[in-house]
């Protein structure tokens, strides 16, 4: 039973808070953190804050992997040598986040508070009542790359954007190219298919980048706690069609007022509903929807233009 608690610990999902009944007045001392947050022992603090960085360490050679390649193509050191190398630093990435989510899951299990959501979580797997999850998300803040989606989306139509055509006949007609041109059209077209999908989108959707969310991480966790206690808003999980899960938020004002207007919300490229414009219409009378893009809060992380306009 012990152990069985221990695996869940390990995988289970990553606590934020437990929401308060009534939203907390700040903090008195800027050192104090407020007691719905949920507080880490010195073990679980230590191994996220590593796990944190090997995650980052990976972000950016994921970005920068086709320069490094070009580089020791240059330099001359992709040899068989250098090989035994590079599989050892795999081995590397690949035990040391194994031992630390170990570590991990030992600081969750001696956290009572953590070993009572967890509990909480393995009991709602079993009553997937409606009611009872949505009164299970009105009382935890959690990572929801764990829960199972509330509505999913069969199909879709995609809307079609302009395209410019790069066939070989077609820019001969258009432009007068040199023969130089010519040979480097293809390579070209794939380095920009390799520059626009590794930084390119990063740089399109900053709002994904795991250093901003880390920054805007307190104040995510405020604004949801303030939209939920204070508003009575829902939380929804919603499965589009390519795979992507998407974070929502509804706030039903039509109990409390005559507008029976439906408002929803979409941020901008480094927005989150958590901070962004959802207090204007509520505030308003309006029954506001909000949504996290795909890799945004804690949507999925799958950042693409696709998937923006599915």
């Not at 992709?78 to 630390?100: C, D, G």
């Not at 009572?116 to 790359?145: G, M, P, V, W």
Request: net charge positive; proline share 5%.
């Amino acid at each position: 039973m012990q152990l069985f608690m221990l695996w869940k610990c390990i995988f289970g999902p990553k606590l934020h808070q437990t929401y308060p009944f009534a939203v907390p007045p700040p903090a008195t001392r800027a050192d104090r953190q407020p007691d719905h947050i949920y507080v880490k022992n010195i073990v679980e603090m230590v191994s996220d804050k590593v796990l944190f960085m090997l995650r980052m360490f990976i972000e950016i050679l994921r970005t920068v992997w086709p320069l490094y390649l070009l580089y020791s193509y240059y330099r001359g050191t992709l040899t068989f040598a250098n090989s035994v190398s590079f599989v050892r630093v795999t081995s590397f990435f690949i035990i040391v986040p194994i031992y630390f989510m170990i570590l991990r899951g030992i600081g969750r299990f001696v956290n009572p508070v953590y070993t009572k959501f967890i509990n909480d979580f393995s009991e709602i797997t079993y009553d997937s009542t409606k009611e009872a999850r949505q009164k299970f998300l009105t009382k935890y803040d959690f990572s929801l790359s764990h829960w199972k989606p509330d509505y999913t989306i069969e199909s879709y139509s995609l809307r079609k954007l302009p395209s410019i055509s790069t066939t070989k006949t077609d820019l001969i007609k258009q432009t007068e190219v040199t023969l130089i041109e010519r040979v480097l059209h293809y390579p070209f077209l794939l380095l920009g298919y390799v520059c626009v999908n590794v930084f390119g989108r990063r740089l399109m959707f900053p709002g994904s980048l795991e250093i901003l969310r880390l920054m805007l991480h307190r104040a995510l966790l405020d604004g949801r706690s303030n939209l939920i206690v204070s508003y009575h808003a829902k939380r929804h999980i919603i499965r589009t069609a390519d795979g992507n899960h998407i974070d929502t938020i509804f706030v039903d004002a039509r109990s409390t007022t005559d507008i029976q207007t439906l408002v929803i919300t979409c941020e901008g490229n480094a927005g989150f509903y958590e901070v962004g414009s959802m207090m204007t219409p509520i505030e308003a009378g309006f029954s506001v929807l909000g949504w996290n893009r795909p890799g945004f809060g804690e949507s999925s992380v799958s950042v693409t233009m696709k998937c923006s306009l599915n």
